[in-house]
T-cell receptor, first 117, second 116 residues
């Protein structure tokens, strides 16, 4: 079974600075998706960034980028120029790509990010 | 384009009662999945429906059930409620259940269930 681990329950960063959230996963699959989702106090899960395992290039979305190390099964999220609105719970998630696996996500425990003004 | 809509947003029930939660996916999305979120267990997969058929099921007792209608709307039902069923129930929809695509799931705001 796949597992996702986020070893940092809480992180804090000063506004305008950079922070990196860690995520490791365990799988025997070679093709899969990885995601970072953000859950603000409003509760709605919002996709931050996605990475397809077959792509070697790290995904980037504006201030958000990932460091995807497939061999190490590591998928960290870097937030640059942190803003107050980035404060939220961040979840790392894994999805298999097999036909029979559907759209089931396996989530990590989450990292609560605080942004200090 | 409307997002994933879940109703009700909040509800309070007592032990032994049953509850039905509703989810309307994004238009055109045929896959709907449900997750339970609690402080202790985190986010856990309940089940997924695609074209009115349950395709995947998580490790939950039979008290948790669901269904999907021809318009892709989905409901989940929890019977004989227990205190431990208090949680945020999240629904997510996706365009396809297989293949490369974008792979992402779109979530609703959730239904907060409190069992007294």
């Amino acid at each position: 079974a796949q597992t996702v681990t986020q070893s940092q329950p809480e992180m804090s960063v000063q506004e305008a600075e950079t922070v990196t959230l860690s995520c490791t996963y365990d799988t025997s699959e070679s093709d899969y998706y990885l995601f970072w989702y953000k859950q603000p106090p409003s509760r709605q899960m919002i996709l931050v960034i996605r990475q397809e395992a077959y792509k070697q290039q790290n995904a980037t979305e504006n201030r958000f980028s990932v460091n995807f190390q497939k061999a190490a099964k590591s998928f960290s999220l870097k937030i640059s120029d942190s803003q107050l609105g980035d404060a939220a719970m961040y979840f790392c998630a894994y999805r298999r790509l097999r036909e029979t696996s559907g759209s089931r996500l396996t989530f990590g425990e989450g990292t609560q990010l605080t942004v200090n003004p | 384009k409307a997002g994933v809509t879940q109703t009700p947003r909040y509800l309070i029930k007592t032990r032994g009662q049953q509850v039905t939660l509703s989810c309307s996916p994004i238009s055109g999305h045929r896959s709907v999945s449900w997750y339970q979120q609690t402080p202790g267990q985190g986010l856990q997969f309940l089940f997924e429906y695609f074209s009115e058929t349950q395709r995947n099921k998580g490790n939950f007792p039979g008290r948790f059930s669901g269904r999907q209608f021809s318009n892709s709307r989905s409901e989940m039902n929890v019977s004989t409620l227990e205190l431990g069923d208090s949680a945020l129930y999240l629904c997510a929809s996706s365009l396809t259940r297989q293949g490369r695509g974008t792979g992402e799931l779109f979530f609703g705001e959730g239904s907060r269930l409190t069992v007294l």
